[in-house]
């Protein structure tokens, strides 16, 4: 003899669990803030946390590239350029970029090179999580700054050692012609041998009158 079902005793609670798993897909396929693929279908679990992720790390190198950016100022000789991956979604987001920069230095110019490598540093080191592409910029950038200081240094060494040796031309220069004015007082002043006492006496007089003058010329003079 066949049974017949009858669904008025079928179980309550498998009704109600089946009602509320179907109430639960219909909320998910018309949740507004699902993604979507290309087809508009949503996407599964997996996909959109990979599309959340995708967003992030866009939005990361797109300010990392824009500090390098703002720091770098007119050392950049690119804007950004960037790598991309596409999503489940189908759309495009950023996972890597670059910021091109003139890192060159000028030949006798040491104090442009200075400012231009602590520029270069600034660039280097600008977003929060420096890249290791970024910390090489940054440790080349030192090396610059380094070598311009050290050239300011010689140059100033240099200039020092110019001065000293243009003061002691002029010391020497001071006493040569202070030992020729003595020389000729002295010839002046010291009588001959073999002069008379009278022609002492006259020739002290006039290598007096003589010693004077010749003092005021050179005071003149210098």
Known sequence: MAQVRDPALEDPRAIEETAETE???STEDQDPTAETGPDGETLASDDQRMIEQ???RDTEVRAHEQAHVA???GNVTSGPSYSYQTGPDGKRYAIGGEVGINTSMSSGDPEGNLEKARAIIRAAMAPAEPSSQDVRVAASARSMEVRA????RERQIQEYEAVMSASAGDR?????AETSRNSVT???MGPSSGMTGGQARLARQNSSVFAASVGAGLSQLA
């Open 23 to 25: 109430a639960e897909r």
């Open 54 to 56: 995708l967003k992030q």
């Open 71 to 73: 720091a770098g100022g």
């Open 149 to 152: 200081q050290q050239e300011i």
């Open 172 to 176: 020497d220069s001071t006493s040569a």
């Open 186 to 188: 002295d010839s002046a």
